[in-house]
């Protein structure tokens, strides 16, 4: 079994890549199951195969407690981990050979508190996990921005500790001379020249920013498919070459 | 007038840093301003000079439009922005030196929506400007969430624009042991030895954060006030000397 986690700022269209990348695996004969982790979310557009909000819901959680919006999303995320063992255990009945995870809305909740990685990791246990970081293309076009989120994802992987593919969502929102750019950035040229003037220390940064891009950021358009045969691609080539963040190799570099 | 932002993650202590710090200029005889723009903060243990609650509450929000906990924080902040004008006139009344301002509970709604940006630009004016990021150090102890927290910090100094200062938020929480390898880190040392076996792109970009690191995270509590001192320094050193995140002696390598 496959874990592929969903994440991006609020916004960025996690739960509408979820739900079409889950159309296009079953379109093409694949076994595929959606897990939803986020408890705040009002309305899903996929019936998932599980459904955290059957066991902490943040709106409940906002009445019971007498709650302020913010607190009960924090208060929701930490209560998953009181039913861990439950939720693992109605999840580890899913039988897909992939299981797409959508990932609470803000990215903040699930990747920098605890216990967001710390549920994931007892979701996924010894199974194999991709995680896909949407870059809200619309958001990516000026480039400080797009830098500021391609610092955003490295901050996730190394939180996380998965393997990571960066997709620039919602590209069907953006000009196709945007789009041109946008790609050009990812193949680590014009970016520090659209950039302007930065300080020596962001400019190293940048550079090495662009060089650790394995593979540049994946266009995608979750309205008309657009990129979905690249997401997959690249997902199978890091679940099956078995890629991981931590390589044995490097360990005599340290 | 000098305006010094507050941000970091949800749970870094934002508010508290906030209180004291202005409790701390004031023992100074400083003149200082508190600005509250968090539409979803539910006690704050300061009275606020202004408070963006009294234009945009986001308990009302949700009420008013039936919105969910996360739909209400986002609306929320964008609906400051419809009020932006107002709310410029009244801050603009403030006539302290200095005005800190406590930004949203969730970094990700004040620094990745672009709402967040625009309105502290308006806020900000022809004022200076300093941002102050806090590292939670109960989530730094460990080198790799260190290392992705410094990522974060560098996301947001791209996206907002403004020099920043990186501090180590509530090391009265953490052991004298733990308080003196996050200081080594931040020197740039043990940290790589610290991270274990990561991949070539990752050992890169971590050598050249922490190249890029001019001044480490400044250790501070707010319950001792240890660091407060440094920290008004540093704030000093960023607003009288004219330091900026764009420098115009740049311009020549790009």
Known sequence: MYYVFFTGTAGSGKT???KEFRDYLLDQEMDVAVVNMDPAVETLPYTPDFDVRDYVDAREVMERFGLGPNSSLIVSIDLLLTKATDIKREVGEIESNYVLVDTPGQVELFAYRDTGRTF????????????????DSFIAREARSYVSLLLLSSSIRFKLGIPQVNVLSKVDLISDKEL???L????????LDSLGVVDDYSFELVRTLIESLEVPPIPLSSTNREGFDKLYAEIQRILAGGEDFVTEENNSRL
């Open 120 to 135: 994931s990791s007892l979701l996924v246990g010894d199974s194999k996990s991709v995680n896909v970081f949407l870059m």
């Open 180 to 182: 041109e750019k946008l």
């Open 184 to 191: 050009a950035w990812g193949e680590g040229e014009d970016l």
């Open 16 to 18: 509408t890549a979820v």
